[in-house]
């Protein structure tokens, strides 16, 4: 009865889904459409560097924000928290909360 249930949902969201990819394929064919008619095959071609130069932005941003949010609130946090658990009578797993959340907190104010 699950399987069964479960196999409809997956037809069901497969079905919509290539509903929707239908609809933005259509969507971008007639941007390129558009792209062609006024500038043609050179303006085509500075527009697909231009998505890619954004999408390479985009990416990088949130690579650097990743890194970023490793290098000074999780590791720091990871740190005190072990630190914490030899020195004081509280668990690792009790202190890394609070750790996280002080090392939040620095961040926030430190701008």
């Known amino acids: 009865m699950l399987k ?4 409809a949902q997956l037809r069901e969201l497969s079905e919509q889904a290539a509903t929707r990819s239908e609809e933005y394929s259509g969507i971008l064919g007639s941007i ?3 792209i062609l008619e006024y500038v043609g095959p050179n303006g085509l071609i500075a ?4 998505l890619a130069v954004l ?17 000074f609130l ?3 946090a990871v740190a005190l928290a072990a ?4 020195v ?4 690792f797993a009790m202190l890394l909360p609070v750790t996280v959340a002080t090392c939040s907190l620095v961040l926030l104010f430190k701008g």
Do not use: H
Not at 83 to 86: A, D, E, K, N, R
């Open 4 to 7: 069964e249930f479960l196999s």
């Open 32 to 34: 390129k459409g558009t």
């Open 47 to 50: 527009s697909y560097i231009v």
């Open 55 to 71: 999408i390479l932005v985009v990416v990088s941003r949130f690579v650097k924000i990743g890194l970023s949010t490793l290098k």
């Open 74 to 76: 999780v590791l720091p």
């Open 83 to 86: 630190i914490g658990s030899l």
């Open 88 to 91: 004081l009578p509280y668990s």
